[in-house]
């Protein structure tokens, strides 16, 4: 077996719209293509051996052990290999279970799709199930050490590709309120929402917290000063920054027992408590000033008690949690090594913060602790015996959270929300020590000894002990109040044709709304009418542009079947999803044969339309119209005729259609009509000429309309957008050359020829055209250019493109020659294969009030030799 090609989907896709994160990996059976799994010895009993847990996969029949019923009775590879990689990710923590495998139009090779949670791991565990595979056809077999360093391997990529706790906690709080969010690629920001909407966050900062604040909080001596000032009990300190300050500074907080912390340190590195001797403060000082960038230490009177932290969230207190430091419970036979041990194996304790609670570390640090208990990590501990391994009370290194949210005194309550405040945080951690946090801290001798900026969720969203606390929840009501907007409208429009016009027609009509408009393009990303980014920009990548900019109040996304097909969709749903047509273009690429695959993967778009959304559809393409089945919005047609019957029940129906009728662009629902405008006063229609550009401007206007644009705004855009080189490069450009015109599209199919010979067959005068294909084309596509050519035209110049994709110089140009001559033997052609020549050849014999249609390889070079025969120039 041999994997040929893996790809990553992030989004609704081909395969399924509401899995979208799947791997589909392209795979040749080779030897194995002709041979069930039945008939490979040994193969059965050497899978449930590796791998007991398959027992679990449903598949058909429907239930437990379904798949592994298929094993023995025959099913091919690829589909043994899908369920294996799930399983592989499944044991290691991840869970999943979509799969599809498909065998694609090559004898042997399949599509192999399955879902993932972690990208990494997902193409790690496809590679994973190959090799297993391939081992137990071999061998009978798979070592079950290879098969425990996969699992290994597997699970530090897990690790490794999760989002921290907090981070996770709020996005999965979005997510259950239907707010998207994208991974920003700086900083670890995570971006919550689209364009002008979008609220950012990083782990518990978000964009509403002051950097004054958080560089207060950060400076704990700094923050003491302020809320001593204020008259919030912290502990007595101060701040040294020599060794031979400490004596001095001992006395000062009135001696022992103190606290030695780096001035600017977090999450509890460097920090020593309960110091007891002047020995003990060197070895402290040298450990809190080596964890200081300033070299700045604190020493502070240690205050007796328990260490909570306080979670104040937008001014308000919303959890309370006690840590205990990490320790071990003696049992009266076990050491405390063995106790270790046996606490680490807990299924709830993992590495970092992978997991609820996290692993005791055994270091240095823990064995000092030890120490001054009086014990060694061989020591057997008497039953109920405890012993602290770490001096402070983090989960990060092993410690417990107990919540304690009930029982803070409502004074203490108030205290928290005051210190929140005066340090100026939207989200604080509020470090409290006192014996008893139901008591005020005034009667218990309880002090604020620190405040931190993004504080961890952990301890609060999965406590050791007690409830457990949607501490997110609060996070999403601050930053996004009173149910305020997180997204902003997105038109998304594909097609075989007619994409590129209708997409820049309709972002023009929606500037009339005076609202900043994002919109890409095949030829670039553009905010407003500021090209930010020239090329081909019909992907995900240039969808992900426009929704993470914060300026953009409408994305209008032409969307290009190659994006769906490499990576999904950007977005997980539009407002309006517009389907223009679906014609024989692209097919035998990607493993899109048949014009009814292509209308599947044009139909996401429709399918991803949200449910208080339209998806805009064309009522004479029955591929397109027989869409609204998967809709889950509303439905609205266009059609060049009122007398369409899709349009006709649609309207009986109380739908809404855009149609042209009367020579005008109009909508109807119901029993109204709504007459926008003229085509003949329409410029992109060019004077009602080009039957498939009303088309565009019936789908354009339609989406606007159904989005709530004014009727008025509407009118205005279609008046003002004209099809040019400066607006729409090589969609229907038309040059006045004084003698004769030239037209620039840039069709380079057979419906998109036929499109453009609509408006050529109005021409009065000797129709000359210059035309091509794209070398990845079928034969019989190229042929059929040749034979829609010699019906529009009187005279045809073949040429070829620059990048043969493949072909042999001249063999392109041999095929489509081969269809002009099938519909007359004696037509009128002559092939030249530079384009450049071909088009300057026929611009200088051309004859007068005769039109040249380009259709080019380069839209660009076109444009421009176009405008050296231009008698009057822009």
Not at 107 to 135: D, K, L, Q, T
Not at 470 to 486: R, T
Not at 559 to 579: K, Y
Not at 678 to 684: K, S
Request: charged share 25%; net charge negative; aromatic share 6%.
């Amino acid at each position: 077996m041999r994997i040929l090609k893996t790809q990553t989907l992030r989004g609704p896709n081909y395969w399924s719209i509401r899995r979208d994160k799947l791997i589909v990996m392209r795979l040749d059976l080779e030897e194995l293509a002709e041979k069930p799994s039945n008939l490979i010895p040994g193969f059965y009993e050497g899978l449930i051996e590796i791998l007991p847990s398959l027992e679990e996969h449903y598949c058909s029949p429907g239930h437990r052990g379904g798949f592994l019923r298929r094993v023995q009775d025959g099913t091919y590879m690829g589909h043994i290999i899908e369920h294996v990689a799930l399983e592989l990710q499944e044991l290691t923590g991840m869970p999943v279970g979509f799969g599809r495998t498909r065998e694609t139009s090559t004898p042997g090779v399949y599509n192999v799709v399955f879902e993932y949670i972690y990208e990494e791991a997902g193409r790690y565990a496809g590679r994973a199930a190959v090799r297993i595979c391939s081992s137990i056809v071999e061998n009978g077999t798979y070592a079950q050490e290879e098969l425990e360093q996969d699992l290994a391997d597997l699970r530090e990529l897990r690790a490794n590709s999760a989002l921290g706790p907090s981070t996770d906690a709020i996005i999965k709080e979005a997510q259950a309120r239907k707010i998207p969010w994208l991974l920003l690629n700086a900083r670890a920001m995570v971006q919550l929402g689209y364009g002008i909407n979008q609220k950012r966050i990083q782990a518990t900062l978000t964009q509403n917290s002051g950097i004054l604040g958080v560089e207060l909080a950060c400076d704990k001596e700094g923050t003491k000063t302020i809320l001593k000032d204020a008259g919030i009990p912290v502990p007595k300190g101060t701040l040294i920054h020599y060794l031979d300050e400490l004596q001095e500074a001992i006395d000062t907080v009135g001696g022992f027992p103190i606290v030695l912390k780096p001035l600017d340190g977090n999450h509890g590195r460097g920090i020593t408590i309960d110091i007891n001797s002047i020995e003990e403060a060197e070895e402290a000082y040298d450990l809190a000033s080596n964890a200081s960038k300033t070299r700045s230490v604190i020493v502070e009177r240690y205050y007796r008690g328990r260490d909570h932290r306080v979670l104040v969230i937008n001014g308000k207190v919303v959890a309370v949690s006690q840590r205990i430091p990490a320790h071990v419970v003696g049992n009266g036979k076990l050491s405390i090594e063995d106790l270790i041990e046996e606490t680490n194996d807990d299924p709830n304790r993992g590495e970092g913060h992978d997991n609820v609670l996290t692993k005791i570390k055994v270091d240095r640090m823990a064995s000092s602790i030890l120490e001054k208990q009086g014990f060694t990590m061989e020591t057997i501990l008497k039953k109920g015996e405890i012993a602290y391994l770490r001096a402070t009370a983090n989960l990060s290194t092993g410690g417990i959270a107990i919540d304690k949210t009930e029982d803070i005194h409502p004074e203490n309550v108030w205290i928290a929300e005051r210190v929140a405040k005066i340090i100026g945080l939207d989200i604080a951690g509020i470090d409290v020590v006192t014996e008893d946090i139901t008591k005020p801290l005034r009667e218990v001798d309880g002090v604020i000894v620190e405040v931190n900026a993004a504080p961890g969720f952990r301890m609060h969203v999965a406590p050791s002990r007690g409830l457990p606390r949607n501490v997110a929840a609060p996070v999403i009501d601050m930053l996004f109040p009173h149910e305020s907007p997180c997204r902003i409208p997105i038109i998304a429009i594909t097609g075989t044709n007619g994409k590129t016009t209708t997409t820049r027609l309709t972002a023009h009509i929606y500037r009339q709304t005076e609202k900043v408009v994002g919109f890409t393009t095949t030829d670039g990303i553009y905010i407003g009418n500021t090209l930010i980014e020239k090329g081909d920009n019909t992907g995900p990548l240039s969808a992900s542009t426009i929704l993470k900019d914060p300026t953009v109040e409408v994305a209008v996304l032409e969307t290009a079947r190659g994006g769906i097909l490499r990576s999904g969709l950007a977005f997980d749903q539009c407002d309006i999803g517009v389907v223009l047509n679906v014609a024989a273009d692209h097919l035998g690429l990607g493993d899109i044969d048949t014009i009814e695959q292509m209308a599947k993967v044009k139909g996401v778009i429709a399918e991803t339309v949200s449910g208080n959304g339209y998806g805009i559809l064309n009522a004479d393409d029955p591929l397109v119209s027989a869409m609204a089945k998967n809709v889950k919005g509303k439905v609205a047609y266009f059609g060049m005729s009122l007398d369409n019957p899709v349009i006709q029940d649609h309207i009986r129906r109380g739908g809404m259609a855009a149609v042209y009728e009367n020579g005008y662009l109009s909508i109807i629902e119901g029993e109204w009509t709504l007459r926008i405008e003229e085509a003949v006063n329409i410029p992109v229609t060019m004077g009602g000429m080009a039957p498939f550009m009303i088309a565009n401007a019936l789908a354009a206007s339609l989406a606007a309309f159904a989005q709530g644009v004014d009727i008025e705004m509407i009118r205005q855009g279609l008046r003002t957008f004209t099809a040019s080189a400066n607006q729409t490069p090589g969609r229907m450009n038309l040059f006045d050359l004084g003698d004769c015109h030239g037209l620039v599209d840039y069709a380079h199919n057979p419906a998109g020829y036929e499109a453009v010979g609509g408006f050529v067959q109005n021409w009065k005068g000797e129709k000359i055209g210059i035309i091509g294909g794209p070398g990845d084309r079928r034969d019989e596509d190229l042929i059929l250019l040749g034979e829609i050519s010699a019906k529009i035209f009187d005279r045809i110049i073949i040429k070829e493109d620059d990048d043969k994709r493949g072909r042999e110089s001249g063999e392109v140009a041999d095929i489509i020659a081969k269809g002009v001559k099938q519909v007359n033997g004696n037509f009128d052609y002559k092939i030249i294969l530079d384009e450049t020549e071909a088009i300057d050849t026929t611009l200088n014999g051309a004859p007068k009030e005769s039109l040249v249609v380009v259709f080019p390889e380069s839209v660009n070079r076109a444009i421009d030799l176009m405008k050296k025969y231009q008698k009057n120039p822009d």
